[in-house]
């Protein structure tokens, strides 16, 4: 039974979303998707690498995909947020609601 | 995990989200390039019926031929640029460019019609009057659908005054006068509300 008063305990959420930056990654690509890399980048206000790494983190779980292509001439990534992605997102926003202490 | 943490992380997850949410829309360009360019083509319209140019009715023709032409290739232009801009996805955008696109097919499928009308049928030249109280009525709905579904609630305003030029047109109907009407509305349906989108755009 998670301690709603104090400090809480998050094993009920999911540990692929939670995280500062894989949360910022969902939570913007539940509103923009597709979204490039350099958006995401600008966004999150992360580092090449650590989006990266955070990245295929994601798209492991099947939260997200990765499509790499062309915006003109230019190599371009968009990031897209799957159906399963979606799901998982919002599971994770119930949970984080049942587990806020109410006011 | 604290607490304090746990909604500072959360806060961070709003603030994305909502920046997400409340993108500016990216179509202004677009909207810019064709309201000029179809204004301009229907007040040459009027010029040309009423005899103010002083040139033969045949040039109507080429003069919608040139528009299409012109605004198709500003189109794919305009488009590579605006596809490249951050939160071109977004789901306000994704409408706009959505009840645009679809608003140009139903535009595209009524000319179809007339032309159609006017070799196997019985049509007369003076079917095209319809397809400018089509083209506003249209654009109210665009407008109004992206107002509905998007942050920029003040794009009902151009949506009503597209509705209102809608039966305007209908009533001018047959009258060399709608075109030169229809020019003027033009700038005030479609390119002062899309510089204001662009102003928006930059403001963000």
Known sequence: ???????IDIDAIDEVIHGRL?????????????????ELLSK???????????????????????EKGFAGKKPQTLV?????????????????RSLLPTQ | MSNEQLINDLNYATDLAKSGQEAPLVGGPFGLM??????????????????????????LWKLWIGFAVVGSIGS??????????????????????????????????????????????????????????????????????TAKMSHNKWLIYPGIASFVACAMSMA???HVE????AGITTVFTVVLPSLKTMGLENAK
């Not at chain 1, 979606?86 to 949970?95: K, M, P, S, V």
């Not at chain 2, 595209?108 to 095209?128: A, N, Y």
């Open chain 2, 172 to 174: 001018l109907h047959g």
């Open chain 2, 34 to 59: 064709w309201g000029v360019l179809l204004s301009a083509t229907l007040t040459s319209h009027w010029a040309i019926v009423s005899g103010t140019f002083n040139l033969p009715l045949d040039n």
């Open chain 2, 178 to 181: 709608l075109y030169l009407f």
């Open chain 1, 1 to 7: 039974m998670p301690n709603k008063s104090s400090n």
């Open chain 1, 22 to 38: 894989r949360l910022g990654i969902m939570a913007y690509l539940s509103a923009v998707n597709p979204a490039s890399f350099p």
């Open chain 1, 80 to 96: 897209h947020l799957t159906d399963v992605g979606r799901e998982a997102w919002i599971d994770y926003l119930d949970a984080m």
């Open chain 2, 76 to 145: 794919a232009i305009l488009g590579s640029k605006v596809k490249s801009k951050p939160a071109n996805t977004s789901t306000a955008n994704k409408v706009e460019q959505s009840v645009w696109q679809l608003f140009s097919v139903m535009l595209g499928t009524v000319w179809v019609g007339i032309v159609m009308s006017m070799i196997f049928g019985s049509g007369t030249p003076q079917l095209f009057d319809f397809i400018v109280a089509m083209g506003f009525g249209g654009q109210g709905l665009a407008y109004a659908h």
């Open chain 1, 44 to 66: 999150t206000g992360t580092s090449n690498g650590n989006l990266s790494t955070h990245l295929s983190k994601l798209e492991s779980a099947g939260y997200v995909t990765q």
